[in-house]
């Protein structure tokens, strides 16, 4: 996304050359995963629209969004359109090319290539991946846009607001075993990350910063179970300084010091269980994040969620906490400042119904009532310190497809 | 008396009602394949992408119905009693993700015996009835 949009910041042109030259495949392809050997287009979108009840901070699907839903409706928040051309050019190789549209950190909407990969599979059980990729912190990272493929609006925040991390330029490797009537599966990953994140009205630049990671799954029935460990070692500097200053407050040389982000690493643990039988489906994940620099406090967060199918129908019931540890008090009233607004203390029930009403269309709402202290300012955008009290509902509705 | 009556009467009309409603279906392999016979579990991760060979090693490569087809409805919820949306949204996730390619689909159980029938490594699911020399049963999924 960074280095598409940076290298053609003026223009138009070649972004809309990418997405037309998909449209046109599309439109001239009628394309459909019939036989191997092919050229496939498909494609996934949500139409999504959400509000708040408060307009002291503003909600964001995770970090990587600029601004965010006040307690006026936003189609901004949720809404994507997502294009894949996939070459299966033997049994062994694959192509895929995919290109995304949804509100980013440069507050548009403009088309991003999201992967490109050529993949090889030497053996049955053997995947090697290559070019720019998906990263998979934890499970089910790598399919955070695509609506369709999940029971709830979008992902619990409390659990993915931290992962404004969506691909890097590397490999991947991933392993599959039988064991018993189970399957165990094992994956490593390692490249560049690419992109910036908003602080502010400013960008962090996390491009170039190496992201490695892996994960062992065992799924055996009804059960799937996973581990998964992730770290980033940036290569930039937070802009606070920027940021401060245009708040009227200077950074002094030994603050920047002590905040800086450069050269250190951030870890990422997680654990998941997911449970899915008939029209059960459950899912309880954990994870904790290990902030290296001073400027961002480490964090516990979990999430619990349960559906229950009902024909056409999916009522589900969810819970997600996260907090985050003080690194105790600085002299420094800047750094203080600094070191409050990447505080989270909150938890969140939610509840929604998804209702397959087409084929490979679904409608769902959801209610989030998040519960948390005043002092929980990271997990949002703008946040108006003073009369934010850590409490909100938040309403959202999308419209979820594939073709 | 009554019991044993009851019991034959409804024990005939599952069977009219099942022969009319849903056939049974069962799974298929290469006769060539030397698989003999699977568990649930092992045919669950074949259809599910999970393992892509057979236990001697051989390649897997299974074929599926397309959604018209009213046996794939079927099939799926004798399986792992998912709607074919629940399926569907699971090979959305494999595909957007690059993870993997869900098997290619064919119109009618004609097409799966044939499919089964070219390949070592053929798999799909039919009819028990159509189930026929060119390949053999191992699994049998029952209404």
Known sequence: MFMLKRSDRSGAGRRAVILAACLQVFAAGGVQAEDEGNFTVRGFGTLGAVRTTTDDVEFVRDLSQARGATDEWTAKTDSVLGLQADWQATPQWLVAVQAISRYDQHRSFNPQLAWAFVKYDPTPNLSLRAGRLGTEFFMMADSRWVGYSFLTVRPPGDYFWYLPFYSIHGGDVALTLPLGEGIVRGKAFYGLSRGSIPLGDEQWNIRNSPMAGGYLEYQSGHWQVRGSYANIRFEHDLPVATVMAKKGLTLSAADADYLRARGTRTHYYSFGVVYDRGPVQAQLMLNHIEQGSHALESSDAAYFLFGYRLADWTPYLGYSTVRSHRRGRSASAVVNYVMEDSHSDQDTVFAGVRWDFARNVALKAQWDGVRGSAASLFPYRRDDRANWDGRMNVFSMSLDFVF | ?143
């Open chain 2, 1 to 143: 008396m009554i019991g044993r009556w009851l019991r034959f009467l409804l024990l005939t009309a599952f069977c009219l009602g099942s022969s009319v409603a849903t056939a049974e279906l069962v799974v298929v392999v290469n006769a060539r394949s030397g698989v003999a016979a699977m568990t649930r579990n092992e045919v669950i991760n074949i259809f599910f992408g999970r393992n892509r060979q057979f236990f001697n090693g051989t390649e897997v490569q299974p074929v599926d119905l397309v959604d018209a087809n009213p046996q794939r409805a079927q099939f799926y919820r004798l399986l792992v009693g998912k709607d074919l949306s629940e399926i569907n949204a699971y090979w959305s996730r494999q595909i957007f993700t690059g993870r993997m390619q869900a098997p290619p689909r064919v119109d009618s159980s004609e097409d799966v015996l044939k499919w089964v029938a070219a390949r070592p490594g053929g798999i799909g699911f039919v009819e028990l009835s159509r189930a026929d020399a060119r390949v053999r049963v191992v699994y049998e999924l029952k209404p």
